[in-house]
């Protein structure tokens, strides 16, 4: 199969999972192309700063400079030095950007942290496009899932779904349920929803290239939307957490 994975701000772009992904679907015998919007070095800055705040920017200013750490190179760099199509675009809806995408041909869109995807974009894959969920579907979708489930004592996990019209409410293709251990803070947690995820993804890409294309359709009235969580309720989250009186910790 011929897979894009879809991200944003390519020049600060370093998870190692998305790498790691992209290497096991590429060992799985397929063609992967990474397409990524907003290439602006200011918006890289930006983004950096908030996702991983003032005390981890600093190594995401580095790589925005083009000076990554040893080992923690981006995606893009990663594909650029196995020859690999990087397409970089304002934004997804544009029409070149449609365009590059087209002349690539994907079979399948893998989105790995990428801005809303217009339809433009949907109607591009021969078969699906498909998108990781830091929550479990269908109760929690929208923002900061994870927090959400810690402060209403749910379990927290991940979701794979279709990417349909709506906000995470596509058919649900895999979920799985994540350990939280004592001592767990939301930056571990956010460490093996990455793990998870990029695992996922490869299995359920595998999974499609193999013709199974079962999923489950949402009942979207089994949960909610949810938005982005005061800073006052993200203290409490954490204070759940430190304390151990969040439900799910798990004392093995």
Same mark, same amino acid.
Request: hydrophobic letters at 40%; charged letters at 25%; zero cysteines.
């Given at each position: 199969?011929?897979?894009?994975?879809?991200?944003?701000?390519?020049?600060?772009d370093?998870?190692?999972?998305?790498?790691?992904?992209?290497? +096991?679907?590429?060992? /799985?015998?397929?063609?992967?192309?990474?397409l990524?919007?907003?290439?602006?070095?200011?918006?890289?800055?930006?983004?950096?700063?908030? !996702?991983?705040?003032?005390?981890?920017?600093?190594?995401?200013?580095?790589?925005?400079?083009?000076?990554?750490?040893? /080992?923690?190179?981006?995606?893009?760099?990663?594909? +650029?030095?196995?020859?690999l #199509? &990087?397409? =970089?675009?304002?934004?997804?809806?544009?029409?070149?950007? &449609?365009?590059?995408?087209? %002349?690539?041909?994907p %079979?399948?869109?893998?989105l790995?942290?990428? %801005?809303?995807?217009? !339809?433009?974009?949907? *109607? &591009?894959?021969?078969?699906?496009a498909?998108n990781?969920?830091?929550?479990? =579907?269908p109760?929690?979708?929208?923002?900061?899932?994870?927090?959400?489930?810690?402060?209403? %004592?749910d379990?927290?996990g991940?979701?794979?779904?279709? &990417?349909a019209?709506?906000?995470? @409410? /596509?058919?649900?293709?895999a @979920?799985? #349920?994540?350990?939280?251990?004592?001592g767990?803070?939301?930056?571990?947690?956010?460490?093996?929803?990455?793990?998870?995820?990029?695992?996922?993804?490869?299995e359920?890409v595998?999974r499609?290239?193999? /013709?199974?294309?079962?999923?489950?359709?949402? *009942?979207?009235?089994?949960? +909610?939307?949810?938005?982005r969580?005061?800073?006052?309720?993200?203290? @409490?989250?954490?204070?759940?957490?430190?304390?151990? @009186?969040?439900?799910?910790?798990? !004392?093995?």
């Amino acid at each position: 199969m011929r897979i894009a994975l879809v991200g944003r701000y390519p020049r600060v772009d370093v998870p190692s999972w998305k790498r790691e992904l992209a290497a +096991r679907i590429a060992a /799985g015998g397929h063609e992967v192309g990474v397409l990524y919007s907003r290439a602006p070095l200011a918006d890289h800055v930006r983004a950096g700063l908030r !996702e991983f705040g003032p005390s981890a920017l600093g190594r995401y200013v580095a790589a925005a400079g083009g000076h990554s750490e040893r /080992g923690a190179g981006t995606l893009a760099e990663w594909a +650029r030095e196995r020859d690999l #199509r &990087v397409m =970089l675009h304002r934004r997804l809806g544009d029409a070149d950007t &449609v365009s590059a995408l087209r %002349d690539f041909g994907p %079979d399948l869109l893998v989105l790995t942290g990428a %801005d809303i995807v217009p !339809e433009t974009i949907l *109607a &591009v894959p021969r078969v699906a496009a498909i998108n990781p969920h830091y929550g479990l =579907l269908p109760g929690y979708r929208g923002m900061n899932v994870t927090e959400w489930s810690i402060y209403n %004592d749910d379990p927290v996990g991940v979701s794979i779904h279709h &990417v349909a019209r709506g906000i995470d @409410t /596509g058919a649900i293709l895999a @979920t799985e #349920r994540l350990p939280v251990a004592r001592g767990d803070g939301l930056e571990r947690l956010r460490e093996k929803h990455q793990s998870a995820a990029g695992r996922l993804l490869a299995e359920t890409v595998e999974r499609i290239a193999a /013709g199974d294309r079962a999923a489950t359709p949402q *009942a979207l009235d089994e949960g +909610r939307q949810y938005y982005r969580m005061h800073p006052r309720l993200r203290t @409490t989250v954490e204070r759940k957490l430190a304390t151990g @009186t969040y439900r799910w910790i798990d !004392e093995a």
